[in-house]
């Protein structure tokens, strides 16, 4: 299973994840050091954001503000728990639209979102904390 979504070329400079906004910090602390468990939950974050991306693309076509809040929190959380911290203002702004019922900004948070997310699978492969993409496949 790969990571990478198909994503637009409008991203938000501040959403362009730099290398301070990326750090393996956190995922060395939560895993201890051991590599393969640091390699299991930086999968397992992959997985969980990819799933958590198309929850929300489902929730913002069918207006679902309650799934877009909890979705958001949730992956911003997970997403700084683990040292990701240039998703974390995106979905935090997210799940702000989704309490206040507010969907105008919705669409483009999600394509920023979804920018970031394959940044941030370049990182963690470069790294070798997930299994590098198949060539020409995004």
């Not at 198309?54 to 959380?77: D, M, N, V």
């Not at 935090?92 to 507010?102: A, N, P, V, Y």
């Not at 940044?119 to 963690?124: A, G, I, K, R």
């Amino acid at each position: 299973m790969f990571c990478y979504l198909r994503a637009r070329p409008a991203v938000l400079k501040s959403m362009n994840p730099k290398p301070s906004s990326l750090s393996l910090d956190s995922l060395l602390d939560v895993s201890d050091g051991n590599r393969p468990e640091m390699q299991a939950l930086a999968r397992l974050y992959v997985k969980t954001i990819r799933s958590n991306i198309k929850t929300l693309t489902r929730a913002i076509k069918e207006k679902q503000c309650e799934i877009i809040e909890t979705t958001a929190h949730s992956a911003a959380g997970s997403s700084a728990v683990i040292g990701m911290t240039s998703m974390v203002p995106a979905f935090k702004t997210l799940e702000h639209h989704g309490r206040i019922k507010d969907m105008t900004q919705a669409p483009k948070l999600l394509e920023d979102i979804a920018a970031a997310f394959v940044s941030v699978c370049d990182f963690l492969e470069s790294e070798h904390l997930i299994p590098s993409k198949p060539s020409g496949r995004r």
